[in-house]
C-alpha cells in the first residue's frame, strides 16, 4: 500500500493531480517537517495527510473533535479498501479494547481519535506499540485558545511528543487568523514554525449583504433569478421547517435538514439533495459535515452568522466547480442587537455556570466525589426546559464547564449497530453443530459481512431481515440471543448526543470557576461578534478582500463583483473629478495622519459614495492605508 504518491493518488481517488499546495504539504510532511495547512473549505485537506500515510509503512493517527466526520472519513476510506477505525463517545469499553489492540497489531492504516481520548489509560498504554507514521491533527483552531472554537482536551495533543519525538505532525485547519496560526505551532511544539498557507480567495465566489426589511420575499427573489442548487442557513430548526414549506407554496423544490431529525431521514434528505431530486436545503449549521457538492450556485444566510470563520466555511460551500456562485447574507435593521443579545449580552457569570454544574449533576444523579468517566444520553433543551433555564445562557455554561475541562459535550453522531465474534471457529463450529436452528442464521451473518472476528463491524438489521425473509425484530432477537449465549457482542444502533463527566462531581463549596478564563472567553466572543457584524455593515472595502484580510493576507485584492465592488463601479467619477478629488483627499489625510473614513465626507464635503468610490481607488493604488475604518498615509505616497 506504500509507494509513489501519484500513483496512491491515482489508484485510491482516481486524480492525475494534485490541487494546488496539496503536493507541498505532502512532501513537507514526507521530509519529516512538523507542518500547519491552512487549506480554504473544499481545499482537499484529507488527501494532505492520507495520502502520505498510505506512501508510508505504519499507521497515521489523526485526532478529530466531530464524531460525524471522522465516520464520515473512515466510511469512505473503508470504500476505497483502505483499513481504517473511529475511536469516539457512544463506543463500549470493550469496541475501544478491541480496536486499539488491532491498531497496535498494524490492523489499520488509519486511526481516528478524539484529542479526550489521547489522556485516557487505555490509549496511553497502547501508544508505545502502535506503528504510528504520522500523527494529524484536524481542525488545529480548536487548540487556540484565540481560535473560534478553543477545546481545552486539544492541548493534551502535544503530549504525545513524549511517546512519539521523532513523529512528524501535520496541522490542518480552514479557518485560523495569524495569531491562531502562531499559537497552533506554538501549542503543538513545532521543532520549527512551518506554514503553508493558500490563498483563500475565490474569483468565483461573489460575497452579498442586501439590508432589507423583507427577508422572506427577497429570499424567494434570489432563489428565482439563481440556478442550480441553494443552501439557506437558518438559526434555529423551527425556522428551517417554516422556510422549507413557505417556498414549496411557490412550487420550488425544498426541504429542512436539522440535527433533530432522525439519522434515517437526515440520509435520505441529504441523498436526494446531492443527487438533484431536492434543490433548495433549508438547514442549521448541522448541515456541513462531508457536504461536497461541487454545483452549489447560491448559499443564503437569513441570520448573522457567531463567527467570520463560520460564515466563511459556509458561504464557501458555494461553487467549488469553480463557475460562478453566489454568498448572500441578509440583513435586517435589528440583526446585530440581536445576535449580541444572543451571544454577548447572554454570556453567564460565574455563579451561573455553578447553579448550571449543580443542576447537571441533580439531573444526571451524580454523588459527589464520584461519577468520572460516565457517559450520559443528553439534550441540552431538555435539560434546560426542566430546570427553567434560559436555553442559551444555559449551553453557553455548559460549553464553560467543558472548557474547565469538567464535562465533555458530544453532537449527535449515528452509531449503525455494531457485532463482534467473540468466539474462535472451533468454538462457532461447535456452537452451529448443538444448535441447529440458528445455523442458518450464523452463516448468513457471517456471509454478509466481512471481518466480524477482527473488530465490531457496522450491520444493518433490516437488510439480514430481508434476506431472511422476516421483520427487524426476529432479527434483533436473534442477535441478543447469540449474545447471551457468549457468542458474539451485539451493540444496536444509536442516535443521541452524550456527555461525559471527565472528573468527579464537586460539592458546590468547592467547584472553582476561573472567573479570568470567563473574562478572556467573554472578549474573545465580543470580538468575533463585532468583526461579524463589522463585515454585514461595513459599505467601504471589497467583501472578499475584507474577508482575506481578517484571515491575514493583507494584500487581498478586490474581486469586482460583490455588491461593495459593483457600486463602486456604478459611482465611477469621470477622470477629472477623480484626480481633483484624490488629490485633495490625500493631502487632508497626510496633513491628519489618520482619520476615520466616516468623518471625512463631512470634513471635504464631497458625496459619500463619490468618496467613497475615491478613497477605494487610492487604498488599491497603495496611496493610502484602510484599517478598521481609519484612513492612513499608503506606501506609495
Not at 136 to 143: G, L, Q, S
Not at 318 to 323: E, L, M, N, V, Y
Not at 377 to 394: I, Q
Request: one cysteine or more.
Amino acid at each position: 500500500m506504500t509507494g509513489n504518491i501519484h500513483h496512491i493518488l491515482k489508484q485510491y481517488w482516481g486524480f492525475t493531480a494534485f490541487r494546488p499546495l496539496q503536493e507541498d504539504i505532502i512532501q513537507a510532511v514526507l521530509s519529516g517537517k512538523d507542518t500547519l495547512a491552512l487549506l480554504p473549505t473544499g481545499g482537499g485537506k484529507s488527501i494532505c495527510f492520507q495520502v502520505p500515510v498510505l506512501a508510508r509503512e505504519g499507521m497515521g493517527l489523526v485526532v478529530s473533535p466531530l464524531i460525524a466526520l471522522m465516520q464520515d472519513q473512515v466510511q469512505n476510506l473503508k470504500k476505497r479498501g483502505i483499513p481504517a477505525v473511529a475511536i469516539s463517545s457512544g463506543l463500549s469499553h470493550s469496541e475501544i479494547d478491541i480496536a486499539l489492540e488491532n491498531s497496535t497489531q498494524g490492523r489499520y492504516k488509519f486511526l481516528y481519535l478524539s484529542p479526550e481520548r489521547i489522556k485516557t489509560e487505555m490509549f496511553r498504554e497502547r501508544l508505545s506499540r502502535m506503528p504510528v507514521s504520522f500523527v494529524v491533527v484536524d481542525e488545529a483552531h480548536c487548540i487556540s485558545q484565540w481560535g473560534y472554537d478553543f477545546r481545552p482536551a486539544y492541548l493534551q495533543i502535544a503530549e504525545l511528543r513524549e511517546s512519539l519525538p521523532e513523529i512528524p505532525i501535520l496541522a490542518l485547519t480552514a479557518t485560523a487568523t495569524p495569531k491562531v496560526a502562531a499559537d497552533i505551532q506554538e501549542k503543538l511544539g513545532f521543532k520549527e514554525p512551518h506554514l503553508l498557507k493558500k490563498s483563500f480567495y475565490r474569483e468565483n465566489l461573489y460575497y452579498h449583504v442586501l439590508k432589507t426589511e423583507q427577508k422572506w420575499s427577497k429570499c424567494l427573489r434570489a432563489l428565482e433569478k439563481s440556478e442550480g442548487t441553494a443552501i439557506i442557513y437558518a438559526r434555529n430548526r423551527k425556522n428551517t421547517v417554516e422556510i422549507a414549506n413557505w417556498l414549496k407554496q411557490y412550487k420550488l423544490s425544498a426541504d429542512f435538514y436539522h440535527a433533530g431529525l432522525s439519522p434515517d431521514i437526515r440520509a435520505r434528505k441529504l441523498e436526494d439533495w446531492l443527487t438533484g431530486k431536492t434543490r433548495i436545503m433549508a438547514c442549521t449549521n448541522a448541515f456541513g459535515m462531508g457536504i461536497d457538492k461541487p454545483d452549489v450556485r447560491l448559499v443564503m444566510h437569513l441570520e448573522l452568522p457567531d463567527s467570520l470563520e463560520a460564515y466563511f466555511q459556509e458561504a464557501g460551500r458555494a461553487g467549488r466547480d469553480g463557475k460562478p456562485a453566489y454568498a448572500l447574507l441578509l440583513l435586517s435593521p435589528d440583526d446585530t442587537e440581536k445576535l449580541e443579545a444572543r451571544y454577548v449580552k447572554s454570556f453567564p457569570t460565574e455563579q451561573e455556570v455553578k447553579h448550571v454544574y449543580q443542576c447537571l449533576a441533580n439531573h444526571l444523579q451524580l454523588a459527589v466525589g464520584g461519577s468520572a468517566g460516565s457517559q450520559y444520553p443528553f439534550s441540552t433543551f431538555e435539560f434546560a426546559k426542566k430546570y427553567a433555564l434560559h436555553p442559551f445562557r444555559s449551553l453557553q455554561a455548559l460549553k464553560i464547564l467543558e472548557k474547565e475541562e469538567l464535562i465533555a459535550l458530544n453532537e449527535a453522531a449515528y452509531q449503525s449497530s455494531r457485532v463482534f465474534i467473540k468466539v474462535n471457529r472451533t468454538q462457532l463450529y461447535d456452537f452451529q453443530l448443538r444448535n441447529p436452528s440458528l445455523d442458518g442464521f450464523i452463516k448468513m451473518l457471517m456471509r454478509s459481512y466481512g471481518g466480524l472476528s477482527t473488530e465490531f463491524t457496522p450491520i444493518n438489521e433490516a437488510l439480514l431481515a430481508q434476506r431472511l425473509k422476516t421483520g427487524s425484530h426476529k432479527v434483533k432477537e436473534l442477535l441478543i440471543h447469540l449474545e447471551k449465549h457468549g457468542i458474539l457482542s451485539y451493540k444496536p444502533r444509536q442516535d443521541k448526543a452524550l456527555v461525559t463527566i471527565l472528573k468527579d462531581r464537586f460539592a458546590p463549596e468547592n467547584l472553582r470557576i476561573n472567573d479570568a478564563f470567563l473574562k478572556d472567553r467573554k472578549e474573545e466572543l465580543e470580538k468575533r461578534i463585532h468583526a461579524v457584524i463589522g463585515f454585514a455593515e461595513q459599505e467601504e472595502q471589497c467583501r472578499s478582500a475584507f474577508l482575506l484580510n481578517y484571515f491575514g493576507e493583507e494584500q487581498a485584492k478586490n474581486c469586482g463583483q460583490c455588491d461593495v465592488c459593483r457600486r463602486k463601479e456604478q459611482n465611477k467619477p469621470d477622470a477629472k473629478t477623480s484626480k481633483l478629488i484624490s488629490a485633495k483627499v490625500v493631502d487632508f489625510v497626510v496633513q491628519e495622519k489618520s482619520i476615520p473614513l466616516a468623518e471625512l465626507s463631512e470634513h471635504l464635503n464631497v458625496e459619500r459614495e463619490l468618496l467613497l468610490y475615491i478613497v477605494r481607488q487610492l487604498v488599491d493604488e497603495g496611496k493610502l492605508l484602510l484599517k478598521a475604518g481609519i484612513l492612513e498615509k499608503g506606501d506609495n505616497r
